[in-house]
């Protein structure tokens, strides 16, 4: 074949595969946006369907950047079971989070986005909020033990001593442990110290759904002084709540389903850890009882401990606490409350409130219901619950990181200034 036949092949083929290419094109769903270049690690928008318009439309939804005034809170719209009053505890706090309560009545607020703990200090019968510690790195767990505040930023847990002594001239938080991963996927953490006096910390998967090592996808416990790290909970993929049942001592503790596989599954799950071990199945099984359709190949849901309940798809259950006041109704004795962040993967969203998880007397859940609702509205939020906490006189605090408030639920004819 001549050199001059050869460069016409050519062009023939260049031009085929360029009509090729430009129909297929044509036959692309439209308004699709360009998938990006490249998503760092983690990011929550890596396994987002690029075929999909509605998908494209979804994405983490940003708080705004301020605490809003206590006058702006949407009080007035939130709704509660008959019996039952809110108002608003405390106000200014950008991103609000995870709540503890001291000693002596102070309630420490941690934050992811910011790098701020606050102090709630009661006293004289006033309220007055202020920064405990600042220049920390998304310090969202908070644990409180004998006096002492321990602090869990990104890849470190430090404590203050007897801090509620301090709260004028606080010392800078001293480190206790900082074997953790720097993953900024999940790596915020909720801590507790459970009824062995041990402090627990969970870590993350790195990203939405991964095989990840053996230092990711766990609950750790840990002596209060940092030594002694063993891991008591695997195939945990995300987990910003966890309480322990006041008779079984059992830990329960809420857990993010992945992202991506749909709008209606996998849901959230709560979790019951009966004995030191057990594995839950992430990434491989997902709500107990179906398959992950990435790494579930070759495995059975039946070889992993199912939820003992389901929190709803993509609704971000986050803080929980078991209910040992005396103040609410006895039917909320013992049960657990828990705070729906609220979904940002899902066409209409789902969440945005807390419910009540009422068990039976063996711990599994008799039911899931509605407490506190209102939050989003017409599709959009109005606050978004974070954690929950009952206080020692038996009423409720709620964290809403979306505001930057905490709000006070309690029972009973509300009190009227003056009587």
């Keep these: ?43 929550p928008l890596i396994g987002r369907p690029a075929d999909s ?55 420490f607020v941690g934050s992811r986005l910011v790098d701020k703990v606050y102090a ?5 019968g006033k309220r007055s909020v202020k920064v405990l510690a600042s220049g920390l790195y998304r310090p969202n767990g ?27 001239n606080p010392p800078k938080p ?70 322990w049942n006041p008779e079984t001592k059992q830990m329960y503790f809420t857990d993010n389903g992945r992202d991506w596989v749909s709008e209606t599954v996998p849901e959230d799950e709560l979790n019951r850890d009966s004995k030191d071990g057990e594995n839950f199945g992430a ?44 103040m609410f109704p006895a039917a909320y004795k013992n049960a657990i409350f828990i705070a729906r962040h609220g979904s940002w993967n899902k066409s209409q969203k789902l969440g945005g409130d807390v419910v009540v998880a009422k068990l039976n007397k063996d711990g599994t859940v008799k039911s899931v219901e509605p407490f506190l609702t209102g939050f989003l509205d017409n599709n959009n939020y109005l606050g978004r619950p974070v954690d929950v906490l009952p206080l020692k006189d038996g009423s409720l605090l709620v964290s809403d990181d979306w505001n930057g408030a905490i709000y006070r639920i309690t029972y009973g004819k509300p009190k009227v200034a003056g009587q």
């Design 53 to 107: 318009p509605a998908a494209a439309k979804l994405a983490p939804v940003a708080p705004p950047p301020i605490a809003s005034a206590a006058d702006k809170l949407p009080t007035a719209k939130l709704k509660l079971p008959p019996g039952f009053n809110i108002e608003v505890y405390a106000a200014g706090m950008a991103n609000a989070r995870t709540l503890r309560e001291g000693d002596k009545g102070t309630v």
């Design 120 to 124: 709630v200090i009661n006293k004289d």
């Design 174 to 243: 001293s480190v206790i442990y900082d074997d953790l991963p720097k993953d900024e996927a999940h790596g915020w953490k909720f801590i507790g110290i459970g009824p062995d006096n041990k402090l627990y910390v969970p870590v993350g998967q790195p990203g939405n759904n991964v095989l990840h090592d053996d230092a990711h996808g766990q609950i750790r416990r840990i002596n209060l002084d940092g030594s002694g790290a063993e891991v008591v909970v695997r195939g945990m993929r995300n987990s910003v709540g966890f309480d």
């Design 283 to 326: 990434p491989y099984c997902l709500q107990g009882n179906i398959l992950d359709p990435e790494f579930g190949w070759g495995k059975s849901c039946a070889d992993y401990t199912a939820p003992v309940a389901l929190l709803g798809a993509h609704t971000a259950a986050l803080g929980m606490r078991f209910y040992t006041g005396k």
């Design 1 to 43: 074949m001549s050199i001059h036949a050869t460069a016409r092949l050519a062009l023939l083929a260049s031009a085929f595969i360029s009509l090729f290419a430009l129909g297929a094109a044509a036959q692309q769903p439209a308004n699709v946006p360009a998938a990006p270049a490249a998503l760092p690690p983690g990011s």
């Design 142 to 168: 908070l644990a409180f033990k004998d006096g002492t505040l321990y602090i869990a930023e990104l890849s470190k847990i430090s404590k203050i001593d007897k801090v509620e002594d301090v709260l004028e």
